[in-house]
């Protein structure tokens, strides 16, 4: 699976769109790119994924460059329960085989 | 629906003792099954991952095995517990059809 770097850490101001970036250049085509986030002392929980198109869900929205080669991820009104670790992964989907994160960024949504 | 469950949530244990960490999986057959641990301040660490009965990957060499004795159990093990072997432990499953995994609420363990 590709690589991917991710800033440590950010800041956000609470109801501001929070953007956090995620660069991965050695992406293939049929990897995809998958947003999940921990919130202190829990479980990682998904967020959203895509291959191509920008997506958009109840949580967020995940917008990937037209040479995939890096993506963002938003959350369009951010509040302090959004204060976790968020992690972005590539991978190719449905394949049976391990799960691998990163050190993902620290988000700290300020009041 | 699908759930997870994993227990038990907090553990203290002398170093030395053996180790028993089990989940289990409703609501889907014949899913992917993982663990992780995350040390204090640490990312997540792959340490095993199953993709069938007996089917055990070891990603890291240490201080624990793996073993899934039913299609949707998953039991993590020591036999003697080292004071690194503390941090939380997370179980995670991902089934076929499905392209993101589900995690438990995760074990914390500490090595006295």
Same mark, same amino acid.
């Given at each position: 699976?590709?690589?991917?770097?991710?800033?440590?850490?950010?800041?956000?101001?609470?109801?501001?769109?929070?953007?956090?970036?995620?660069?991965? $250049?050695t992406? $293939?085509?049929?990897?995809?790119?998958?947003?999940?986030?921990?919130?202190?002392?829990?479980?990682?929980?998904?967020?959203?994924h895509?291959?191509?198109?920008?997506?958009?869900?109840?949580?967020? $929205?995940?917008?990937?460059?037209?040479?995939?080669?890096?993506?963002?991820?938003?959350?369009?009104?951010?509040?302090?329960?959004?204060?976790?670790?968020?992690?972005?992964?590539?991978?190719?989907?449905?394949?049976?085989?391990?799960?691998?994160?990163?050190?993902?960024?620290?988000?700290?949504?300020?009041? | 629906?699908?759930?997870?469950?994993?227990?038990?949530?907090?553990?203290?244990?002398?170093?030395?003792?053996?180790?028993?960490?089990?989940?289990?999986?409703?609501?889907?057959?014949?899913?992917?099954?993982?663990?992780?641990r995350?040390?204090?301040?640490?990312?997540?660490?792959?340490?095993?991952?199953?993709?069938?009965?007996?089917?055990?990957?070891?990603?890291?060499?240490?201080?624990?095995?793996?073993?899934?004795?039913?299609?949707?159990?998953?039991?993590?093990?020591?036999?003697?517990?080292?004071?690194?072997?503390?941090g939380?432990?997370?179980?995670?499953?991902?089934?076929?059809?499905?392209?993101?995994?589900?995690?438990g609420?995760?074990?914390?363990?500490?090595?006295?």
């Amino acid at each position: 699976d590709a690589k991917t770097t991710q800033p440590p850490s950010m800041d956000c101001a609470e109801g501001r769109a929070a953007n956090l970036p995620c660069n991965h $250049s050695t992406i $293939s085509g049929n990897e995809y790119v998958y947003w999940y986030r921990q919130i202190h002392s829990q479980g990682p929980q998904y967020i959203i994924h895509g291959l191509k198109n920008n997506e958009t869900n109840e949580m967020a $929205s995940l917008i990937i460059t037209e040479d995939r080669k890096s993506s963002t991820l938003i959350l369009p009104h951010a509040t302090l329960r959004d204060t976790a670790v968020y992690y972005c992964i590539v991978r190719v989907a449905n394949r049976d085989d391990k799960i691998i994160f990163g050190k993902g960024t620290r988000l700290h949504i300020l009041p | 629906s699908q759930t997870i469950h994993q227990w038990p949530a907090t553990l203290v244990q002398p170093v030395g003792s053996p180790l028993s960490l089990e989940c289990t999986v409703e609501g889907t057959s014949n899913p992917n099954l993982y663990w992780y641990r995350q040390a204090a301040g640490r990312g997540l660490q792959l340490l095993f991952y199953s993709v069938g009965i007996g089917q055990i990957s070891s990603e890291v060499p240490q201080n624990l095995s793996a073993s899934r004795p039913q299609d949707r159990q998953f039991i993590l093990s020591s036999k003697k517990l080292l004071l690194s072997d503390s941090g939380f432990y997370l179980c995670a499953w991902k089934g076929r059809l499905n392209t993101e995994a589900f995690f438990g609420q995760g074990t914390r363990l500490t090595v006295v």
